[in-house]
């Protein structure tokens, strides 16, 4: 069948028809312009602000703090994010609204009041009328902070910041310190190791992709990497928290001054709890005086008394004045100089033997003893021992002990002879606690620190040996008899070799001895392996029979109960000579 093709007549299109669909175009062009030059002309600078919350996020350069921790990893002090919150009303604005939408003050406080758990009415005066720059609420939690953002209101700013716990409270603020209202370090270690505490976070602007996807930009490798390392201590939180209970009991009982305690390891002298009393909350640092945040165990001095009396006979067998199975005559007293010393008692002892002078604490006996030693060779060796130097420590900075100048204390016979009992020189009890870490240790030097990464200046090789091992083997023999027979008994522990040597010192003002004491008591323990040091120090107890025996004496044994639990440090008798563990 044949096919035709349709033909299709034209017809010429109405001209107002033509005329509707042109003008009807150039309306919807110019209404296109228009909205354009609007949006790139009028609401440029609203939508680039909009633009860049959606797109970026700035993170803010922080001081913050590292974290201190005991040697468990408990936490001493941390750094708390925290957020100050500013409004600016002018441009309070919601998720959802028209861009030249601006929302009421009442409208956004109506929402912020539940939030921030504050009243309403108190909320809304804050505003006070101002229109930018208005500092609502400060010290915000990062819960609180996430529920602000989530509201997603313009004009609504957060600021974050850190600020300083201390969770432990006054437990170790006369060790660690605290750091002010401004995050900067005041007291304690926070200030001694504040470049090896503080740290910053670098601040930086991330751009992000539609779908929060980071974008390359130009920042460096590690611009937004936390730091997560801590300031590790020696310390045990148990041991410092017994310490404390125990010393903090006693002071209050003697209406004393102030005290100090302190358990050291003698091979290195890691410091395993440091504690003073009265102490503060450093959480809340300005309720308290400022005497309080001073290191005074490192930067105050006392005169160590009959505690340095092990030191002393130390020095007398090294020169070899005296011989360990030695005698001396005390009759009580004895003229040195003109002045006429005595025992605490005023009482003589007879023939004694070296045992027996630290056992009855005979000043007339350690009199006589370093009578025979040279004073040049005394001096000396008393300067050797770095008496009258600074401490190097990661503790505060110390303070030199004070002793006489080399001609006076050669000079005059009155110098070399009170120096034997304690007396005429001062030292801090840092000071004292490291020299009997020596001679417990066989004579080696060691460094009191608290840091975990401290580096000791010398390898052990290398270390300043003030004592032989004989030597020291056999001062601490003498003291453990002071502890077994003599004023240090009330530490003996069934089963436990102890040594120990009581002090009580009259403190001098201007020149002249007072009434007022200082009670103290230095042990060591294992004697058989000695490991660790223990010093207590009482300062101006106010009752009567204040003696180191009865003040300073009862603290020690419950730290050192405490420290015998803590570092599992198993029984030891002595069976015939012979040292065996104890079923």
Known sequence: MKKYKKIVRLVPLDQSRFKFLYIFSLIIIFCLFGRLVKLQVFNASDLQRKARLIQSSKINSLKKRRSIVDRNNRLIAY?????????????????????????????????????????????????????????????????????????????????????????????????????????????????????????????????????????????????????????GLTIDSKLQKASFNALSKQVSKWKAKKGFAIVMDVNNGRILSLVAVPSYDPNKFWQYDSELFRGWYSQDLFEPGSTFKPINLALALEEKVIQKDGFVEDIGKINVGGWTLSNWDKKGNGYIDYPKVLQVSSNVGMVKIMQNLDPTIYWDWLSNLGINKNLETDLFESTAGQLKRKDLFVNQTIEPAVTSFGKGFSISPLKLVQLHAALANGGFEVTPHVTSNFKEKFNKNQKKQFFSQEVSKTVLEWMESVVEKGSGSGVKIEGYRIAGKTGTSQKALNGSYTSKKVCSFVATLPVNDPKYVVLVVVDEPSNSYAYGSTVAVPVAKEIIESLIVIEKIPPKIKDHGMIVKKP
Do not use: C
Not at 130 to 140: A, C, P, V
Not at 163 to 176: A, T
Not at 192 to 197: A, C, K, R
């Open 79 to 231: 750094d708390k994010p925290l957020y100050k919150l500013w409004a600016h009303p002018k441009y309070f604005n919601f998720p959802g609204d028209s861009i030249n939408k601006i929302r009421s003050i009442q409208e956004v406080t109506e929402k912020l009041s539940p939030i921030l758990d504050i009243n309403y009415e108190i909320l809304l005066r804050k505003f006070s009328n101002k229109m930018s720059g208005i500092k609502l609420l400060d010290k915000i939690s990062e819960e609180k902070a996430e529920k602000i953002k989530n509201l997603q209101i313009s004009g609504l700013d957060l600021f974050k910041y850190s600020q300083r716990y201390y969770p432990q409270g006054e437990l170790y603020s006369n060790l660690v310190g605290f750091v002010n209202d401004e995050n900067i370090a005041s007291a304690g270690l926070e200030l001694h190791l504040d470049n090896q505490i503080k740290f910053f976070n670098k601040s930086n602007l991330i751009k992000r992709g539609g779908d929060g996807t980071p974008l390359p930009d130009n920042s460096a490798p590690g611009d937004f990497i936390s730091d997560y390392k801590s300031l």
